[in-house]
């Protein structure tokens, strides 16, 4: 093989090398834009996260004078829809509802009473929409200073169908 043949067979493999680190660099990004789709880690507006994660423990929404209760979900607890599924059918419902940025979205067993051992929702599978909200105070005597209306709100939508349960103030927070 002459000097010359050896540099040409070097530019080709040089350039078939290149087109293959391209391909992979491409097909790199392809996954992680699918992984991230599927991850709910971006929505159509790209403004918030929206994985509808299992809640980590329990919690009580307004004690002493509610029961309203979000549990976490049992291990065979599957919803029909994802979390962004969910909010997709419960906008349709609402076209006025646009998720804050920083809204929560946990999946979980929701629970209210009507309060004479009746249950509006007894461990109803939802996805709990928990974004910062407060209160507004309808009592013109009202004193904010003294006791700070609730600023954690929380939106319940069946898991299975999207449609609205409930949406309640978390109070102490």
């Known amino acids: 093989m002459t000097g010359t043949e050896k540099g040409e067979n070097g530019m080709v493999e040089a ?3 290149r087109k293959l680190i391209s391909l992979v660099g491409i097909a790199v990004v392809a996954l992680v834009s699918v992984l991230l789709a599927r ?4 929505n159509g507006s790209g403004t918030h996260r929206v994985a509808g994660e299992s809640l980590p ?3 009580i929404l307004d004690p002493p004078y509610n029961s309203e209760q979000f549990d976490p979900p049992g291990p065979n607890d599957m919803p029909a829809l994802t979390a962004e599924e969910a909010i997709a059918a ?7 509802f646009n998720p804050p940025n920083d809204m929560q979205v946990w999946l979980g067993l929701y629970t209210a009473t009507i309060g004479n051992g009746d249950y509006r929702y007894s461990k109803q599978l939802a996805y ?7 209160a507004r105070m309808q009592n013109p005597n009202y004193d904010a200073e003294a006791t700070p209306p609730p600023c954690t ?7 299975n169908t999207g449609q609205m349960l409930e949406g309640v103030y978390q109070q102490g927070k």
């Open 39 to 42: 991850s709910g880690a971006a």
């Open 57 to 59: 423990q329990s919690v």
């Open 153 to 159: 709100f929380w939106l319940f939508l069946d898991a």
């Open 15 to 17: 350039m078939r090398s």
């Open 90 to 96: 419960f906008q349709k419902a609402d076209a006025e």
């Open 128 to 134: 709990g929409l928990t974004y910062h909200e407060c």
